[in-house]
């Protein structure tokens, strides 16, 4: 039997994704995500945050660097890799991250919505749906 290796977090962003370009067009993000807990210690409500490094690759990447900012909420299921290299003293560093598969933007809507929103819009909406009731109190199917 095969292992699993599934990641799921509901946390907040620390800065804004990094986007990078490699060869062949490949675009991959990268940002740090904040999750915390609180628990009561000594009779003291106590919060713990925990840092996670998060990968995104290709199209994910691309919709994470178009809509994702720093301090949104977001949720990410994805899988743990950690990797190596070596720092430029040559000594040979391992990082953990989480390789994104799929994430969903978390909150209201109007939190991922541009600044400059148009006032008129939310009359629209309103006028759209006060038109559409029946009068009568027919259902419309």
Same mark, same amino acid.
């Given at each position: ?22 060869? !062949?067009?490949?675009? @991959? $993000? =990268?940002?740090? #995500? ?8 000594? &009779? /003291? ?13 290709? !199209?994910?990447?691309? @919709? $994470? =660097?178009?809509? #994702? ?8 299921? &994805? /899988? ?62």
């Amino acid at each position: 039997m095969s292992g699993i290796n599934k990641v799921i977090l509901v946390g907040h962003l620390g800065k804004d994704p990094e986007v990078r370009h490699l060869e !062949g067009g490949v675009t @991959v $993000a =990268s940002f740090p #995500l904040a999750t915390s807990e609180t628990f009561n210690k000594d &009779g /003291k409500r106590v919060e713990q945050t925990e840092w996670h490094n998060i990968v995104l690759w290709r !199209g994910l990447a691309e @919709v $994470a =660097s178009k809509y #994702l900012q720093k301090g949104k909420l977001v949720y990410i299921e &994805g /899988k743990l890799r950690t990797r190596s290299f070596e720092d430029k003293e040559k000594v040979k560093k391992y990082v953990t991250e989480i390789v994104a598969e799929n994430f969903t933007m978390l909150g209201r809507k109007s939190d991922f919505e541009s600044a400059q929103v148009n006032g008129n819009t939310a009359n629209k909406i309103e006028d759209d749906f006060s038109t559409s009731i029946d009068e009568t109190g027919d259902l419309p199917f």
